[in-house]
């Protein structure tokens, strides 16, 4: 953005998240811009979806089954040029159709008003920004967490820039071309991690299923193929200092760092780091039950995550668990933490884990199936000199990793940043 340079001419505004607009810019109550879209009865019409990753797309192109109602005459019908938004608006479900379809009754469809003059993927770019996102949660209200919802009744009560109509096209036209040339970065920094977190997981399954030992022989168990003579393999159940156990079905409150941090399954990545910005709390008389200790293993149990695992370990303070996890206490005597955390980083894991949904109707695995994964039990000895081995061979790795992700981040906030500048009318990209 060195090279941008503001407008020479701004006007006084002074609203919540702009203070001055360039000269011929206007601010306007969303009302005087879009009307929301009501059309129903459209059930033949291709399904679509409003995602947060990428906006509004088919609901073919999702990698998840299909979760629609079989009743869909009350879905709405959807336009190329539409906007639509979800419960989600807060978290980024909004985004600019390029299809005719139909979507959720939850969704709302937004189109232009006849009066006046608008390219909707400037509004797309808008609404998908960090600046209106949080907007938008001055709002929204209601008791779902992460799915506040936006009523049109509230929505056309806040207010949105428009540019002069050549000035949007031009936006438009630079955003395209800028915000593409980031976006192929990141995908090829992902594939970057993609190809180093399997070289990572083929390391650490070598380790964990065979070790150094060229005496094996046939565990009995397809997916997991020979294994040393002298090692187990031992149900999961068998390997803990208790039952499994569900976490609490609780609300999730603000941040208060006097009550247990409340760890969810949107809380940890696939990296096993808690996510700070997500933190949240929850009274300790509801808490009290559902306490972690350290080593603890959380499991996730359905949704597009199921199968994510969690480490509870070196973290500063008290922490509970929500329902849609399941806990796992090693009994270290038989198990350490650190190998069981391993054994879930696997491909033998991975493979597990793919077999368990062939032979269910939906993703999810509860604390039965959880209680039977068959685990490779070396000795304790051979466990801690497996863990020292991995973490030591995976160290560099790791710094590509982590190096890679630092780049992403950058670049993502990079590209909020220039989004943010040039919509608000901060630089003049003509």
Known sequence: MLHLKPYKKYIQVD??????????????????????????????????????????????????????????????????????????????????????????????????????????????????????????????????DGQIPLRYTDFKRMYSIIPPFEVQNAIVEYLDKKTATIDKFIRNKENLIELLEERKKKLITKNISQWKYSDLEY??????????????????????????KYGANEEAQEANQDHPRYIRITDFGFNGKLNDETFRSLPYEKAKEYLLCEGDILFARSGATVGKTYQFKNYKGIACFAGYLIKASPNEKKILSDFLYLYTQSSLFGEWKNRIFDKATIENIGADKYSILKVIVPSIEEQTKIIIEVMNGCSEVDLAISKAHKEIDTFKEYRESLITNVITGKMNIT
């Open 15 to 144: 609203y919540d998240y702009v203070k001055q607009l360039p000269d011929e810019w206007q601010l306007l109550p969303n009302i005087a811009i879009f009307e929301e879209r009501m059309e129903r009865g459209h059930e033949t019409e291709e399904l679509l979806s409003v995602t947060i990753g990428r906006g509004v797309i088919k609901q073919t192109e999702l990698d998840k089954k299909d979760s629609s109602t079989a009743d869909k005459s009350k879905y709405l019908l959807v336009y190329p040029g539409d906007l639509v938004y979800s419960m989600r608006f807060r978290q980024g479900a909004s985004g600019l159709s390029n299809y005719i379809g139909i979507v959720s009754p939850a969704c709302t469809v937004l189109k232009p008003r006849k009066n006046i003059k608008l390219n909707p993927k400037f509004y797309h770019y808008m609404l998908r920004s960090g600046f209106y996102k949080n907007y938008v949660e001055r709002f929204s209200y209601g008791i779902a």
């Open 219 to 244: 565990s009995g168990i397809d997916w997991v193929g020979n294994i040393p003579k002298h090692w187990k393999v031992l149900n999961l159940k068998y390997l803990l200092k208790s039952k499994l």
